[in-house]
C-alpha cells in the first residue's frame, strides 16, 4: 500500500536527523527557521550532487566554462539588474495569531488560525542587506546576493578575453545564494541560505530559441540519468504572466514532492536584457564581437538554474525505500551510485576476534584510496546491513572466519541484497568495475 506523502516526507526528516544527512541549523537555541545544516553524510551526497553538475556542465562538453565569483559585488549591479526595484514580496500580518503570509500565497483566511483580519500589504525586498566597511550608513549598503547569475554577467568580458570562447559558449558556476524567506520552506525546499547551480549560455539572437529547448531537454535528462523515476518529472512552461520583466520565455522542471509538484529547475530564455543593462550601468561595452561577420552584438543567454539543495531533497525522495523482508521492516535509499555518500562499508562478521578485525580494517584502508569506504563494528551484522540501506551505502564487504583461510569476502549489494564471494586481491577491481556499470 502506498504511504500518505506527508508521512513520508516525515520519515525523511526523521532519517536524514539520525543518519547525520541534515541537522536544524542551530537546534540548540532552538533551531532558526529554514536554515539547515548538512551532516557527515549529507556533505558527502551535497558534494556528490554538485560534482555530477559540474561534470555534465562543464567537464563533458567543449562550449562550456566554470567561474566562482563573490557574494559580494558592487551595489550597482542588484540596480542595472533589477533586483532592487523588483526583487520583493508584497506580505500581510494576521492581526490575531501575529504570523506573515505571502499575499499570493494565501486566500482570505490566515492558514494558521482561521481569521480573516489582516493587516495592509506591505513591500518586502527579498536582498539581505549589509555594510562595506567600518561605518554602517547609506553610503556603504550592499547586498548578499540573491542569485549567482549577475557575478557570470560582470565577467563577461574577462572570460571571453581569457579564454578566446566563440559564440555559442556557457560559463557555469555554482554557489552561494541568499534570499531573506518568510514563507514556510517545506525541509530544504525553501531556505534563506542556499547553494545554486547556474549556467549563462550566450548565443545569437537567431539560434535562441533551439538553444533553450536543448537545455531544456539535457537538463530534464540529467535528472533521470541520477535515478529520478520520469513519472516524477514534468516540464511546465510559464504563462505570459508568469514571465520575469526580461525573460522570453521559461520552463520549470517540476517535481512531485510529498507536498506536491514544485520547480526544481528553471530554464529561461533572458535575452539580451543582462548585458545591456550592465553596459549601460558600467559604461563598459559588453557586445560580442563577431570577427568573422564583422559586427558586434549583445548575445541572447539561456540561463538553466537549479538548486543544489532541492535536487538533493528530490534525490533523497525519489531513492526513499520501504519494503519487507523475512517479516522485517526494511529502509533502503536506492541513490543513484555517483551520489551515494559511501560507497563501500567493510564490516566484520565478529568483532571480537582480533585477526577478523584486522584484516577488515586493512581492506578498507586500502579500498579507501579511490573508494570513500568507512568501517563499522558497533552492531551484529544483521543490523550492520540496515544501517547501510538507510543512508544509501552501495557494497558492503563482510569479513569472516572463512575468510582467514580462503582470503575471500562476501559482498552485498544494496538494491538485489545479493551476496557473492570474491577474492580479496579482486575485490578492488571487482568493487570499482561494479560501481562505474
Known sequence: MAQPKNDVMDKIVSLCKRRGLIFQSSDIYGGLANSWDYGPLGAELKRNVKDAWWRAAVHYRDDMVGLDSGIIVHPTTWKASGHTDNFYDVLVDCKKCKRRFRVDHIGDTCPNCGSKDFTEGRAFNLMFKTYLGAVADEGSVAYLRPETAQGIFLNFNNVINSSRKKLPFGIAQIGKSFRNEVTAGNFTFRMREFEQMEIEYFTRPEDAETCYREWLRQRFDWYIQ????????????????????????????????????????????????????????????????????????????????????????????????????????????????????????????????????????????????????????????????????????????????????????????????????????????????????
Open 226 to 437: 541520477l535515478g529520478i523515476k520520469k513519472e516524477n518529472l514534468q516540464l511546465r512552461a510559464h504563462g505570459s504572466d508568469e514571465l520575469a520583466h526580461y525573460a522570453r520565455a521559461c520552463s520549470d522542471i517540476e517535481y512531485n514532492f510529498p507536498f506536491g509538484w514544485s520547480e526544481l529547475e528553471g530554464v529561461a530564455n533572458r535575452g539580451d536584457f543582462d548585458l545591456k543593462q550592465h553596459s549601460q550601468f558600467s559604461g563598459v561595452d559588453l557586445q560580442y564581437h563577431d570577427q568573422v561577420a564583422q559586427k558586434k552584438f549583445f548575445p541572447y543567454v539561456i540561463e538553466p538554474s537549479g538548486g543544489v539543495d532541492r535536487a538533493t531533497l528530490a534525490f533523497l525522495v525519489d531513492a526513499y525505500h520501504e519494503e519487507v523482508v523475512e517479516g522485517r521492516n526494511r529502509v533502503v535509499l536506492k541513490l543513484s551510485k555517483d551520489l551515494a555518500p559511501i560507497k563501500v562499508a567493510v564490516l566484520p562478521l565478529l568483532k571480537k576476534k582480533e585477526d577478523i578485525v584486522s584484516m577488515a580494517k586493512k581492506l578498507k584502508k586500502d579500498l579507501q584510496k579511490d573508494l570513500v569506504c568507512v568501517y563499522d563494528d558497533t552492531a551484529a551484522i544483521g543490523k550492520l546491513y540496515r544501517r547501510q540501506d538507510e543512508i544509501g551505502t552501495v557494497f558492503c564487504v563482510t569479513v569472516d572466519v572463512q575468510s582467514l583461510e580462503d582470503q575471500c569476502v562476501t559482498v552485498r549489494n544494496r538494491d538485489t541484497m545479493e551476496q557473492e564471494r570474491v577474492a580479496v586481491d579482486q575485490l578492488h577491481a571487482y568493487l570499482t568495475d561494479k560501481l562505474k556499470n
